[in-house]
């Protein structure tokens, strides 16, 4: 399964964009890039998915490079309750569809 | 919020003793992952529940065992408790095995 590295954290104007970055050079094939989010250690709140293709939602929007060795979750309008630690997932499509959470980034939004 | 429900909240245990956490999934839903976040630390895949049977397991010792039931709720039971095992304890529904996973909000268990 591929491991993931985020910076352990960072900080971000509100009403601005916040661009996370994760890496997984290891990622195969079969793996997605999930993002999920943390707030005050309540559970993980999903955010976007994606396998090959950018992806965009009502929440964020996910860009994957073309050799997949790489990601950014982009929040297009930070506000202060988008403070939380977020966390990049590569998970295996096929058989036991685990999680390997890393550290996650630490994304502090400033008023 | 996801649909996906825990309990206790919290809960309090001393060394040795045994616990059973409880989650009921999401509507819809006929798969649960166990997860363990120890303070700091992203959350550890315990195991997985599919259609009442375990669908894989993580890195984690045989007294941390598990049940789904026909309605696709779960339990997480630990035995021989160890001052380690205090963490939050995450349960995630998903409509199948290969799914994206909702997560419930926890149970903090503390172990004196």
């Known amino acids: 399964d591929a491991k993931t590295t985020q910076p352990p954290s960072m900080d971000c104007a509100e009403g601005r964009a916040a661009n996370l970055p994760c890496n997984h050079s290891?990622?195969?094939?079969?793996?997605?890039v999930y993002w999920y989010r943390q707030i005050h250690s309540q559970g993980p709140q999903y955010i976007i998915h994606g396998l090959k293709n950018n992806e965009t939602n009502e929440m964020a929007s996910l860009i994957i490079t073309e050799d997949r060795k790489s990601s950014t979750l982009i929040l297009p309008h930070a506000t202060l309750r988008d403070t939380a630690v977020y966390y990049c997932i590569a998970a295996v499509i096929s058989g036991t569809y685990k999680y390997i959470f890393g550290t996650g980034t630490r994304l502090k939004v400033l008023a | 919020e996801t649909g996906v429900t825990q309990s206790p909240t919290h809960l309090i245990k001393t060394r040795g003793q045994q616990v059973t956490l409880r989650c009921s999934s999401q509507?819809?839903?006929?798969?649960v992952s166990w997860y363990q976040q120890a303070l700091g630390q992203g959350p550890q895949f315990i195991f997985q529940?599919?259609?009442?049977?375990?669908?894989g397991r993580g890195n984690f010792p045989p007294r941390f065992s598990g049940l789904q039931f026909p309605n696709y709720s779960s339990e997480l039971n630990v035995n021989a408790l160890e001052l380690d095992d205090s963490a939050l304890y995450l349960c995630?529904?998903?409509?199948?095995?290969?799914?994206?996973?909702?997560f419930g909000p926890g149970t903090r268990l503390l172990v004196l």
């Open positions: 509507s819809g839903h006929n798969t």
């Open positions: 995630a529904s998903s409509p199948g095995r290969s799914e994206t996973q909702y």
């Open positions: 290891t990622i195969s094939g079969n793996e997605y």
């Open positions: 529940y599919y259609r009442e049977e375990e669908n």
